[in-house]
């Protein structure tokens, strides 16, 4: 039986031969060295030290005798090793600066992004906070629920004394409805009183 090589799945295309020969490489790694070279470039110690290559290389060949100098007067080499560096330097400086440009270009576009989230999320937040304003200006507070309870106890006692007022007006109209009937007895008992005293005198009379 054959065995199916590794790597080979009929899911996925096969790479072509000149792919595999072409080097494989990081497209963002010759950036991020740009980016390191041209900050080194920038700094102080780098400056220092070309400072003090130049001194020792233009001193050397000044001060050594003629058959031991490798640069004379007017130091030409060392005019092509500046100009070689400038060369390669100030296309790494721009490398990096495009890097850096295309960076702040992403981050003020998330920084948009994200102020544009904020403000959105802001009126949301308003407006929810005037949904609750007005939500809350239509529920019943401390304050109203005191007063509404206080004119409605008010209300209660002045109703308990109007019962009152009404009940003790009932019981004096009792009274006086009981009342009647006992005067009525006796202003007819006093009527009634002198003529049987009348009538006793004439009865005594009589048996005398």
């Known amino acids: 039986m054959r065995r199916r090589r590794r790597g080979s799945r009929l899911d996925q295309p096969r790479l ?35 400072s003090i290559v130049i001194v020792l290389w233009v001193a050397y060949n000044i001060f050594v005798p003629s058959s031991g100098r490798f640069d004379e007067f007017p130091f030409i080499f060392l005019t092509l090793v500046l100009s070689l560096q400038a ?23 998330q920084d948009r992004e994200q102020s544009v989230r904020t403000r959105d999320d802001t009126e949301y937040l308003a407006r929810e906070l005037a949904a609750v304003r007005i939500t809350i200006g239509e529920l019943a507070t401390r304050d109203f629920l005191r007063s509404e ?35 009525r007895d006796r202003a007819v008992a006093a009527e009634q009183a002198p003529a049987e005293k009348r009538v006793r005198d004439c009865d005594h009379g009589v048996e005398g």
């Open 16 to 50: 072509s031969r000149r792919a595999s020969l072409r080097p494989a490489y990081e497209s963002d790694a010759f950036g991020r060295i740009a980016e390191r070279v041209a900050r080194f470039i920038g700094t102080a110690r780098y400056l220092v030290a070309q």
């Open 87 to 109: 060369a390669y330097a100030a296309p790494l400086i721009l490398l990096a600066q495009n890097r850096q440009d295309d960076r702040d270009r992403a981050n003020l576009a």
């Open 149 to 183: 309870l206080r004119a409605l106890l008010a209300e209660l006692d002045t109703a308990d004394r109007d019962h009152d007022h009404d009940r003790e007006r009932r019981d004096r109209r009792r009274r006086r409805e009981g009342e009647r009937p006992a005067r």
